[in-house]
């Protein structure tokens, strides 16, 4: 089975400041990951995934996640933050393999820009 | 193409009455998942299906139903709805190759009186 814990439930930091989302995951298998966005009244969209290969991993808007092994870490950066970037952040999780539909998500971070 | 649609936007229901909400791909995706969404708790996974015919449960199936008569449609639907079950609802599809992430729809809110 898999789960995701996502270490603050609102993350407030200032325009131009470093973004730095936490999730952490277990995983009886290899683990599929994945960073998702939630803005208001939307659906999910995804920012970045790992699979297999390289362990840091670029995504749209300029975030970028690395998953640490050792830790069971996949925590989501950008380095200068737009106000564009206020929204709902989620991590998720999935078995490799055939797992394709089963997604385990963490219960969500928000992320708050101020001026 | 259009994605993943669902419909209604919006609903209120009253207890104990009956929905089904709707959800179509055109992505020809084998894989396809409904997923709740309530505040604190992410998102968690009622059913899916890995094609046409094959459907199974996720984590909180209860009170709801699942059927895939077609590789494009998903519908969910309550039997006899509860205020437990006010929230959003998303449909989601992947293939089975390839890219691996699920496509999300724009989701279903969901009120129960």
């Known amino acids: 089975a898999q789960s995701v814990t996502q270490l603050g439930s609102h993350v407030s930091v200032s325009e131009g400041a470093l973004v730095l989302l936490r999730c952490n995951y277990s995983?009886?298998?290899?683990?599929?990951l994945f960073w998702y966005v939630q803005y208001p009244n939307q659906g999910l969209q995804l920012l970045l995934k790992?699979?297999?290969?390289?362990?840091l991993v670029k995504g749209i808007n300029g975030f970028e996640a690395e998953f640490k092994k050792s830790e069971t870490s996949f925590h989501l950066t950008k380095p200068s933050a737009h106000m564009s970037d206020a929204a709902e952040y989620f991590c998720?999780?999935?078995?490799?393999?055939?797992?394709?539909?089963?997604?385990?998500f963490g219960q969500g971070t928000i992320l708050t820009v101020h001026p | 193409n259009a994605g993943v649609t669902q419909t209604p936007k919006f609903q209120v229901l009253k207890t104990g009455q009956s929905m089904t909400l709707q959800c179509a791909q055109d992505?020809?995706?084998?894989?396809m998942s409904w997923y709740r969404q309530d505040p604190g708790m992410g998102l968690r996974l009622i059913h899916y299906?890995?094609?046409?015919?094959?459907?199974d449960q996720g984590e909180v199936p209860n009170g709801y139903n699942v059927s895939r008569s077609t590789t494009e449609d998903f519908p969910l639907r309550l039997l006899s709805a509860a205020p437990s079950q006010t929230s959003v609802y998303f449909c989601?599809?992947?293939?089975?190759?390839?890219?691996?992430?699920?496509?999300f729809g724009p989701g279903t809110r969901l009120t129960v009186t």
């Open positions: 989601a599809s992947t293939r089975t190759s390839g890219s691996v992430e699920q496509y």
């Open positions: 995983s009886s298998v290899p683990p599929y």
């Open positions: 790992y699979t297999t290969g390289a362990t």
């Open positions: 998720a999780v999935r078995a490799g393999g055939t797992s394709y539909g089963k997604l385990t």
């Open positions: 992505m020809n995706h084998e894989y």
């Open positions: 299906s890995v094609g046409a015919g094959i459907t």
